[in-house]
């Protein structure tokens, strides 16, 4: 963010040009380092960047869970091409795609719309792990606190920059502070 708060804003108007950031990110669950990140200005969807933070990857996914933002072809075409299992919760209303067109996003969607009619949605929650995706709205909160809700540079590149040392310094910390743990046989 760059700019006034949101209060100051309301209250006495904006003061000069106010514009957002998005620090777009990709984290494993199960150690919490982030893999991939990318910076966007505002106008860029979280779906639009998706792909791109998946093509960054290079290890092996198993799942990705993501908001009911992400529930649009072009996510489950590249989860899909990853070969991984899509844990997006469809929108309301959502239907089960009548056509057979051999799309490999509308099996996942479909599957996953066809259980969440059977248990609902809350077990299917349950059941896919859906919740491990607060995981990454931890890391954001850790990166926030650790370096603040707000920009220090000035233009676009040099912001990505920052946000991205910003990422490689959390995931430096990650890796000191998690301790060895094995069992000692006596």
Aim: a positive charge; aromatic letters at 6%; proline letters at 2%.
């Amino acid at each position: 963010m760059y700019g006034e708060g949101e209060w100051q804003v309301r209250q006495h108007g904006s003061a000069q040009r106010r514009t957002w950031r998005k620090l777009h990110l990709g984290v494993d669950e199960a150690t919490g380092e982030i893999l991939t990140a990318m910076a966007s200005t505002n106008n860029v969807s979280d779906g639009a960047a998706l792909p791109e933070l998946l093509q960054n990857i290079v290890d092996e996914i198993e799942q990705v869970s993501a908001d009911g933002v992400y529930d649009q072809r072009s996510c489950y075409d590249a989860i899909a091409d990853k070969q991984a299992r899509a844990a997006i919760p469809p929108r309301q209303g959502a239907r089960i795609q009548k056509q057979l067109d051999c799309h490999a996003h509308s099996y996942s969607r479909d599957e996953n719309l066809r259980r969440i009619h059977q248990i609902g949605r809350a077990k299917w929650q349950r059941q896919s792990n859906y919740h491990r995706r607060s995981i990454v709205e931890n890391t954001i909160f850790r990166l926030k606190s650790l370096f603040g809700g707000k920009l220090r540079r000035r233009c676009f590149e040099q912001q990505a920059v920052e946000l991205f040392l910003q990422c490689a310094v959390l995931n430096r910390m990650i890796q000191v502070s998690n301790p060895d743990t094995y069992k000692v046989e006596r």
